[in-house]
């Protein structure tokens, strides 16, 4: 996966907001899956993966329903956040 800025953390975070509470961790590790395999496409071919985009975390996004947050500091957006910085945390631990 690409390196990720403010907006990959916010598209993520508005992906997961449309999501059921309980279906949020999936969707979120599928998301980054599909992160990851753009980016791989688009090292070995040179072009944009053609459903998940150019190995960004929003171009992943992108190609998903997202909700619009209440607020920018509403708290289910915010957990959203949080679940997706922690997510990327717990991966560059691993990596």
């Given amino acids: 996966m690409r390196p990720v800025t403010l907006t990959d953390l916010a598209a ?3 992906v997961l ?5 309980a279906q949020r961790a ?5 998301l980054i899956a599909r992160a ?25 996004a992108l190609a998903h329903p997202r ?3 209440q607020s920018p500091g509403g708290v289910d957006y915010l957990m959203c956040l949080a679940q997706v910085i922690d ?9």
């Fill in 36 to 60: 990851r395999t753009a980016d791989q496409h688009r090292r070995d071919t040179g072009r944009n993966h053609p459903a998940y985009g150019n190995g960004t975390l929003l171009a992943a």
């Fill in 87 to 95: 997510a990327l945390l717990a991966r560059d631990r691993t990596s």
């Fill in 17 to 21: 907001l449309a999501l059921p509470k």
């Fill in 12 to 14: 993520a975070a508005r």
């Fill in 26 to 30: 999936a969707g979120l590790a599928a």
């Fill in 67 to 69: 909700a619009e947050p």
